[in-house]
């Protein structure tokens, strides 16, 4: 089945430095990703989504990557401010419409980003 | 997409009660979905609904049960809850392929 994993726990930076998130997954089948972004006290938000298709995708500050080679995405955050301080999930799924698996996610463990005045 | 709602929100019960979780979505989407989140892991999905008529189980069903009383409404129970299902929950409903959560519950079981 599907597994989602996060290479490091936590990641501290520097308010206005570049943040990078990563997140390996093993399922070949998966070809839908999301990142989501969850705050202390909240539910998880979405940021951005990628599809198999797409090795890039931007969106405002943020960047997901796709490598389907190496089973790797990461998001990136420009000119991280201490609002995006939270705990960032790759989540992967696939499917097609109407599916058994569409819309069903596998999420990764998270990652804990600090980011520091 | 933010119209999930969950009552309540925190919640202390005591080992054995029968409780359960609300969850309610305005939009009619069909697809809805039950997780637990733990402290330092990641959300584990306990049961799923793609239309009032289907309910599936998912990694962790085990202590938990659900019902889909309408499309707008996915209820979670603990029949006879315990310490060890103390945790956050969190209802998600998905519009095509992205779910979008409610805001929590946080559940602690003495």
Redesign the interface.
């Known amino acids: 089945g599907e597994s989602v994993g996060l290479h490091l ?1 936590t990641l501290s930076v520097q308010e206005g430095d570049n943040s990078i998130i990563n997140c390996a997954y093993s399922n070949s089948a998966s070809d ?1 990703f ?1 990142w ?1 972004k969850q705050e202390s ?6 940021i951005i ?1 990628i599809r198999s298709n797409m090795d890039k995708r931007q969106g405002q500050r943020v960047t997901v990557l796709l490598n389907k080679t190496v089973k790797h995405l990461s998001l990136q955050i420009a000119a991280t401010q201490p609002g995006d301080s939270a705990v960032y ?1 790759c ?1 992967g ?1 696939g499917g097609n ?1 109407g599916g ?1 698996s ?4 596998t ?4 990652t804990i980003l600090t980011v520091h005045p | 997409d933010a119209d999930v709602t969950q009552t309540p929100r925190n919640r202390i019960t005591k080992t054995g009660k029968r409780i359960m979780l609300e969850c309610s979505q305005t939009k009619g989407h069909d697809r809805m979905y039950w997780y637990r989140q733990d402290p330092g892991l990641g959300l584990r999905l306990i049961y799923y609904s793609f239309d009032v008529k289907d309910i599936n189980k998912g990694e962790i069903s085990d202590g938990y049960s659900v019902s889909r009383q309408a499309q707008a409404k996915f209820s979670l129970s603990l029949e006879s809850a315990i310490p060890n299902q103390t945790a956050l929950y969190f209802c998600a409903k998905s519009v095509q392929e992205t779910q979008y959560f409610g805001p929590g519950t946080r559940l602690l079981v003495l």
């Open positions: 726990p839908y999301i989501y006290g909240k539910g998880p938000q979405f989504d999930f989540a799924g419409a058994t569409y819309g069903k996610l999420f990764g463990q998270g």
